[in-house]
């Protein structure tokens, strides 16, 4: 594009569309020749000065904090507003330096474009490294631009410095995110295992709680955050004696999700104040809080290198595992109540997953003479 076109346009943004001194012709053949990248960059540069100069602040919040809160209270669920919070902290973690911060720690008027682009690019690096998925990735920088659009929309900032920021296209999905039958085996033994070499009692509760985290996940189909604010008055037992826990999901949308006998009995025998409902079921034994979806994380990481796998799943892996195994003997309807599926279409194509050497043409009982 040549400094004609260039002086054009910028004219055209500085004194805006209506102003006389702006030749429509020459502004059109200045456009004709810029390609997509240059129209989208000079869109951009055209809606932050009118952002800059039109917003008006209509928003009460003058902290940080109380701006995120604001921008939180529009959430569907405490869940999803709870996985927002985690990710801009990240975000406020990376800006600072420091593991744990305040969020009024971080002035939003000091964030750079630059500081954003780093951020992608710190990101995009521990995603190459194998240390964060591509779906992480999204979601963090996702997170962040919708908040600071949302503190450039009420006004309390007057630009956005995410306003360029182009989210990484999602990867092709990895159908093979479900582990095997023996490697579901290898797991439970090692955590099996864990409990009876305990070297102390408290060794042996951890084990104990860590065998139950992983035998939930896999028999119950459940998801990180479901696992970890599961409480005791969660489980019930239904009009034939048999238990269940009720699990609030995505959207707060409730399910019952039958246990096993033998799992309930087992987890019943790990209870430690029998008299209060309101207890965790997983608490972490350094602070006696609720487990976090970190934590959850590492215990399903710890527990596959125990037992030597040579891929570590996540406790997601888990999830399609139990969805994969039970479809072998389980109609479609019945998996996507269990998961909390919509339809019976999500669960078919994201969570059943064929080999290569399974048809159905294999199991109609024909040509096995």
């Keep these: 594009m040549g400094n004609v076109s260039l002086y054009i346009l910028r004219q055209f943004v500085m004194e805006g569309a209506t102003s006389s001194n702006i030749d429509k012709t020459q502004l059109s053949e200045a456009i004709a020749h810029l390609s997509p990248e240059q129209l989208a960059f000079i869109q951009a540069t055209v809606d932050a000065v009118v952002q800059a100069s039109c917003n008006t602040k209509i928003t009460g919040a003058n902290t940080t904090s109380e701006l995120f809160s604001s921008w939180l209270g529009s959430r ?3 869940q999803t507003a709870r996985a927002y919070r985690n990710d801009v902290m990240h975000f406020v973690q990376y800006k600072l330096g420091i593991d ?15 500081d954003v682009d780093n951020y992608k690019a710190y990101l995009l690096k521990k995603e190459t490294m194998g240390h964060i998925a591509r779906a992480s990735v999204r979601r963090r920088l996702a997170s962040l631009k919708s908040f600071l659009r949302y503190a450039c929309d009420v006004g309390y900032l007057r630009a956005n410095p995410a306003m360029l920021l182009k989210v990484p296209a999602e990867r092709k999905k990895i159908k093979e995110r479900t ?15 864990a409990i009876s070499g305990a070297k102390t009692p408290q060794k042996k509760i951890q084990a104990q709680r860590n065998y139950l985290v992983f035998e939930l996940f896999y028999c119950g189909g459940f998801r990180v955050g479901e696992v970890a604010t599961l409480t005791w008055n969660a489980i019930h037992l239904n009009q034939s004696g048999l238990p269940y826990i ?6 707060d949308k409730e399910r019952d999700v039958r246990l096993p006998t033998e799992l309930y009995q087992f987890l019943l025998a790990n209870r430690r104040r029998p008299s209060d409902k309101t207890e ?5 034994q350094k602070t006696d809080e609720p ?22 799943p996540s406790p997601h892996w888990l999830r399609h595992s139990h969805a994969t195994h039970a479809a072998q003997n389980t109609p479609i309807h019945v998996i996507t109540k269990t998961l909390g599926h919509s339809s019976g279409k999500i669960t078919i194509d994201n969570y059943l997953h064929a080999g290569e050497d399974e048809a159905s043409s294999l199991n109609l009982g024909r040509w096995r003479r």
């Design 76 to 78: 569907e669920s405490e």
């Design 100 to 114: 744990y911060p305040d969020l009024d720690d971080l002035n939003l008027h000091t964030i750079t474009k630059e």
């Design 179 to 193: 582990l095997s039958v023996t490697e579901i085996e290898m797991m439970s033994d090692a955590a099996v295992l």
């Design 246 to 251: 009720k699990v609030v999901g995505k959207g």
């Design 280 to 284: 965790p079921i997983f608490t972490s």
């Design 291 to 312: 487990v976090t979806d970190r934590h959850i994380r590492r215990i399903i990481k710890d527990i596959a290198v125990s037992a030597g796998l040579t891929r570590i």
